[in-house]
């Protein structure tokens, strides 16, 4: 299967700080890719797509100044927690559909990044 | 509102035995249907994709679709105890990339 990546893996930081979490596909282009959160216990929630060259569509009830994402090229998508505060602490995912432009999307995902905000 | 309906579980079964996960949909018009495997901790891993009415098998995993029923299931045969994890139910919104995710079904082999 396609392979997606994520950076870091894990990060404890200050409230207050930003965070950035980096999402690669590393074998096939994704013009699209997602970002979720999922507290413990808890189903994925979709925060955002990430679409290459144009602005990110974010969910509803998702802040999009305090979730900045950027789809800078066709293999990378990045996800700037701004300000963090101890209620962003979750586990954050990314997933990309290689197949691109069809309804038939399946979705890869990257390994994850959990972050906790002290 | 789009929505995946999973029973939450636990469901616990013995080792050997067949484990059946059910999920219900309500989009009508959704055509791809997804089955992943999420351990504790780590990130949903796909296991099936169903598009079409009817029985799909893959291994031990057999996917089950019935669009009239907006009903889909997974059988997993011969259950072992590294099976035990949580799964996830997914359905594409029609007309887009975007997939709704149930609540998912953990599920416990017990051996």
């Known amino acids: 299967g396609a392979v997606v990546s994520q950076h870091p893996s894990r990060v404890i930081c200050k409230s207050g700080t930003s965070v950035k979490i980096e999402c690669r596909s590393l074998?096939?282009?994704?013009?699209?890719m997602f970002w979720y959160r999922q507290f413990p216990k808890q189903s994925l929630m979709l925060m955002a797509t990430?679409?290459?060259?144009?602005?990110?569509?974010?969910e509803q009830g998702v802040e999009k100044d305090k979730f900045l994402i950027n789809h800078a090229s066709l293999t990378l998508s990045t996800l700037t927690v701004t300000s963090a505060h101890p209620e962003d602490s979750s586990f954050y995912i990314c997933?990309?559909?290689?197949?691109?432009?069809?309804?038939?999307?399946?979705?890869?995902f990257g390994p994850g990044t959990r972050l906790t905000v002290l | 509102q789009k929505e995946v309906e999973q029973n939450s579980g636990p469901l616990s079964v013995p080792e050997g035995a067949i484990a059946s996960l059910n999920c219900t949909y309500s989009?009508?018009?959704?055509?791809?249907f997804f089955w992943y495997r999420q351990y504790s901790g780590k990130s949903p891993e796909l296991i099936m994709s169903?598009?079409?009415?009817g029985d799909k098998e893959d291994g031990r995993f057999t996917a089950q679709l019935n669009k009239a029923s907006q009903y889909v299931s997974l059988l997993i045969r011969d259950s072992q105890p590294s099976d035990s994890a949580t799964y996830l139910c997914?359905?594409?919104?029609?007309?887009?990339?975007?997939?709704?995710f149930g609540a998912g079904t953990r599920l416990f082999v017990k051996a």
């Open positions: 997933s990309a559909p290689p197949g691109g432009g069809t309804s038939y999307n399946e979705q890869f």
């Open positions: 074998d096939f282009q994704a013009t699209t």
């Open positions: 990430s679409n290459e060259g144009s602005k990110a569509t974010y």
């Open positions: 989009d009508r018009g959704s055509q791809s």
């Open positions: 169903i598009y079409s009415n």
């Open positions: 997914a359905v594409n919104i029609p007309g887009g990339f975007k997939t709704i």
